[in-house]
Structure formats: C-alpha cells, structure tokens
C-alpha cells in the first residue's frame, strides 16, 4: 500500500506515520529525513539540496521529486511506503503523480487527519520539550512525573517557539493557503480517506487501519 499522510501541523500525522509503518512493515519516507540522508552520504542530489538549504531557501520541486523518487525506487519500498509532509502543493503532488506515473505506479490512500484550528492551537501550546535529548511531553496528554523537569535527563522542559500560540496560527495560515488544496486534489481522484483527528491517539489509529484494511 502506498500511502500520503495529510493533516495540519500537530494534527498528529506524523505519529499515525510511524504507527501505521511499523504495523504494516513499510518505510515511514519524510523529506526530512531524505534530505538529510542524500547529504550524509554525499549524493549528488543531496548536494544540489545544500546548497539551497545552506542559504536558507527552500528546495525546489522539482529537486525535491527527484530525491522522494530515488528513495521510492528502493528495495524496502516494494511493498509500499507511507510519504508524510510531502507533497505539500499542489504542484508537487502533480510532479510526483507524474513521476510514478512513468514507474506505472501511484498511491493508493491520502489519510487525512482531521483537526480543527482551535484544538491544534491548544495542543501544540500545551507541548514541552528538552532541548538537551529531544523527549517531548504535554501538560495535558503527556506530562512529565517530575513537573517541568525532564524524565530523561533531568533538564528543564520548555515551551518552543514554533509551539507558542502565534507562531502556531501562522503555521497553519500557509497550510490553509498552500497545502489544504491537497484535499480537494486527493478527493477528486477517489483516494482521499478522512479520519477524525480529535479522538485519542488509539482511536484515530483503528480508524486509519480500518480504512487501509477494508
């Protein structure tokens, strides 16, 4: 199964990625992490990637295709993968629909993960992290037993900007403008599926893996 992840920023997409790559044994594929890897290991697209990313630009499409493409056409992606923050336009999707196109390929599923504005804005400000390892927690859904203290490594726990209540607004102003297309895009070819993202972590899973095994 060839899946797209949807949804707005802390809509919780990327945690469903994980869960439903690790359930159906498929590669979770986030240009993050194919960004870094080309890079690493001194690719000749991850070049052209830094060079833009070193200046601060975006990388542009159709760079970006390229490399999603190559880490399609590997081995462990025979039985499917699970694509997550990307494609974010419209230009994009139609750029790699093109591409698996010429691979007598497409996806199967675009999951949307469902939340309204005002349940992201309190989640994700409700979000703590420790900047020294990483963990993250919620003040709500996933507190820390030592108050604002991390569980880990007993470093303090910190409200990140990109998770402060104005920054978060912003955040999903662009995705309304730029990414919410996909949704109208995905529907038009039948393969959007839309699960409720309010529900608990569990809840939007069995809902997801209902659709996936129907």
Request: hydrophobic share 35%; with cysteine; aromatic share 6%.
């Amino acid at each position: 199964m060839k899946i797209v992840m949807l949804g707005a920023p802390g809509a919780g997409k990327g945690t469903q990625a994980k869960m439903i790559a690790a359930k159906y044994e498929i590669p979770h594929i986030s240009t993050g992490d194919i960004f870094r890897s080309n890079i690493k290991n001194g690719t000749e697209l991850g070049r052209k990637a830094k060079e833009y990313m070193d200046q601060g630009l975006l990388v542009p499409d159709e760079l970006t295709v390229d490399l999603v493409i190559d880490r399609l056409a590997q081995d462990d992606c025979k039985k499917g993968y699970i694509l997550d923050g990307f494609p974010r336009t419209i230009p994009q999707a139609e750029a790699l629909d093109g591409a698996l196109a010429k691979l007598s390929d497409k996806l199967d599923y675009a999951v949307n993960v469902d939340v309204p504005d005002e349940n992201i804005v309190n989640r994700m400000s409700g979000r703590r992290a420790c900047l020294k390892c990483g963990a993250t927690y919620h003040v709500v859904f996933n507190p820390s037993s030592k108050g604002d203290v991390c569980e880990v490594c007993g470093d303090k726990l910190v409200l990140r900007d990109d998770d402060k209540p104005e920054t978060v607004q912003k955040r999903l102003g662009v995705y309304h403008d730029q990414t919410q297309p996909l949704i109208d895009y995905y529907a038009k070819q039948g393969i959007l599926k839309t699960v409720d993202g309010t529900q608990s972590m569990d809840d939007v899973f069995a809902a997801i893996t209902g659709i996936l095994e129907a």
